[in-house]
């Protein structure tokens, strides 16, 4: 009698389920074969019918057998499932995919992933669906998604919704800038401690001795952990440098800048450090608006991706946050995922990119 082995966590009919898989991908069980009667499959594994029952839907909503009523399972041809497009969805973020409601930063990182998965869609055979499944309920939500091949998720993730799809043996992965928030699960990710670095060396290589900082708040973590490497290594970094503008907009960026930042330049840092991508757009306005010459009366760095800084000025620094990348690899991933079928978990990290001004 064989041994049915399971996996850690793994319920008995998801690894009833690999084990056919295993069966059919090898040959062992060749197309238009018909497979064992449920009891019989039963009997042989040690299993309840229940498990053979449940194990078997899988495998049909997975095209690797179909079912007839009255005449049982018969494994599929496994070489036309492979010129099918897989049915890949990418749930949404909550409300629309707009600057309203997402604001200018998280506008702009959604629409370089959605180019990056547009993209990878093309590349790799996936047809892409887009679904927002917040106004459905869980139960709901699980079942729409669990007719898909594979499931891409941003950042903002619904373990519970992301259990119960991996429990019934669906490929989901996260496309997060932070791994360690989907560690249970595949990821897509960026350096987010190589761009830190990044910054922080690029400053001390140019020896610039002061730097001011455009934060969200007293909090922001990325932008202290900078401040701390500079001011380690000697660079001045006064408190009437640190520009607190919050979530704002870019209007509203302009206005606290105008009020804050002093008109004499003396009295100003060398460089000033944008922590968020819309921060260089009301700096700029305001440092034209001044008659001030980037590149040699201030300069500018930001962390920023590239559809946000496109069309900027070209004296301006920034580390990019690979989000086109990330949604490009997502769909490489989540192939290879249901390509492979043996549960893997899979972390990639897409390193961010160094781009200098031209007076850098």
């Given amino acids: 009698m064989p041994v049915l082995e399971n996996k850690k966590n793994e319920t008995l009919y998801i690894a009833l389920k690999r ?35 449940e194990a078997l839907k899988l495998l049909e909503q997975e095209n690797y ?15 036309a499932e492979k010129t099918r497009l897989l049915n890949i969805i990418y749930v949404l973020p909550k409300g629309p995919i ?9 506008w702009q990182r959604h629409h370089e992933i959605q180019t990056g998965l547009m993209s990878g869609m093309q590349q790799f055979g996936l ?16 079942e729409m998604l669990a007719k898909a091949d594979g499931v891409i998720f941003w950042d903002n993730i619904p373990e519970n919704l992301l259990k119960r799809l991996t429990d019934r043996g669906r490929n989901c992965l996260v496309i997060t800038p932070f791994p360690t928030t989907a560690s249970g699960f595949s990821s897509v990710g960026y350096g987010r401690e190589e761009g830190i670095k990044m910054v922080s060396d690029f ?5 610039y001795k002061s730097v001011g900082f455009l934060i969200g708040s007293s909090t922001a973590e990325r932008a202290a952990r900078i401040k701390m490497n500079l001011e380690i290594s000697g660079v001045k970094t006064a408190p009437e440098w640190i520009y607190q503008l919050g979530a704002c907009s870019i209007n509203e960026g302009y206005e606290i800048l105008r009020s804050s930042l002093a008109e004499d330049l003396d009295s100003l840092p060398e460089l000033l450090y944008c922590d968020q991508m819309i921060y260089p757009i009301p700096l700029l306005r305001l440092i034209y608006e001044r008659g001030w010459k980037l590149g040699k009366d201030i300069k500018i760095m930001s962390y920023t991706c590239r559809n946000a800084i496109t069309n900027m000025s070209p004296d301006l620094t920034y580390v990019r946050i690979p989000y086109f990348e990330m949604g490009f690899e997502a769909c490489k991933l989540i192939k290879k995922l249901h390509d492979n079928n043996n549960g893997e978990i899979k972390h990639i990290q897409i390193s961010p990119e160094l781009v200098k001004s031209i007076s850098a």
């Fill in 19 to 53: 084990h056919f898989k295993e069966l059919i991908n090898s040959g062992e069980l060749s197309p238009g074969e018909k497979l064992l009667g449920e009891r019989a499959i039963a009997t042989k594994y040690s299993v309840s019918r229940w498990t053979v029952v």
């Fill in 65 to 79: 057998i179909t079912r007839i009523d009255r005449r049982g399972a018969f494994v599929n041809d496994l070489t």
């Fill in 98 to 106: 707009s600057e309203e409601n997402l604001g200018f930063s998280g």
């Fill in 127 to 142: 047809n892409l669906q887009l679904v927002d499944p917040t106004q459905w309920s869980l139960d709901a939500a699980e």
């Fill in 203 to 207: 400053i001390l290589e140019n020896k």
